[in-house]
């Protein structure tokens, strides 16, 4: 299996503030890479696929970049509805599809 | 496209989880479906995939319990796992495969294991 590696596991922030979100794989996954936002109680929401294509309706402060093994989850100007856990998703040598830990950002 | 989940949320260890997701508004032949489920203040766990012809893919850690099936004439597919413990508590999503993405889920299901 393909494992995931995120980083942080939690991230203390400010409105305002830029935050950035790792995620590694432990073998080349190419670019089939995806995050994922989370609120308490809510299912997980689609932001990014490919690594960087922002889904339609995600706000343009969300970025995402890297290929192969290293990836990143880049929001800048946070805004106080971004406060939530994001994960990233593996899609390339599957079954299964693996997630990343998760990272709780906080305010 | 939404996904309206249904199925019982409470069981008693060793009995089998029956959960159902019907897809609205949407070709239910062109994707696969996907479930996923998430313990209680824990990350996600993939299940399992079926598309319309039943065509499976299992994730190998739970692959001997899961069993997925499909009824496209209700636009249906359906998650069963077995000999369920305290381990297997967790909310239940099911969600669509687009594009080696999940991008649209269901709301979940929260399964509660209790003698």
């Known amino acids: 299996d393909v494992q995931m590696t995120q980083s942080p596991p939690s991230l203390s922030a400010s409105v305002g503030d830029s935050v950035t979100i790792t995620c590694r794989a432990s073998q080349n996954i190419n670019y089939y890479l995806s995050w994922y936002q989370q609120k308490p109680g809510k299912a997980p929401k689609l932001l990014i696929s490919?690594?960087?294509t922002l889904q339609s309706g995600v706000p343009s402060r969300f970025s995402g970049s890297g290929a192969g093994t290293e990836f990143t989850l880049t929001i800048s100007s946070l805004q106080p509805e971004d406060f939530a856990t994001y994960y990233c998703?593996?899609?390339?040598?599957?079954?299964?599809?693996?997630f990343g830990q998760g990272t709780n950002l906080e305010i | 496209v939404q996904l309206q989940q249904s199925g019982a949320g409470l069981l008693r260890p060793s009995e089998t989880l029956s959960l159902n997701c019907e897809v609205g508004g949407e070709s239910f032949s062109t994707y696969f479906w996907t479930w996923i489920r998430q313990p209680p203040g824990k990350g996600l766990e993939w299940l399992g995939e079926i598309d319309h012809n039943g065509v499976t893919n299992y994730n190998p850690a739970l692959k001997s319990r899961v069993t997925l099936s499909v009824d496209t004439s209700k636009k249906q597919f359906s998650l069963k796992l077995t000999s369920v413990t305290a381990a297997d508590a967790a909310v239940y999503f099911c969600?669509?495969?687009?594009?080696?993405?999940?991008?649209?889920w269901g709301q979940g299901t929260m399964l509660t294991v209790s003698s």
């Open positions: 490919y690594a960087s």
């Open positions: 998703l593996q899609s390339y040598i599957i079954p299964p599809y693996t």
């Open positions: 969600a669509r495969v687009r594009s080696y993405v999940f991008d649209v």
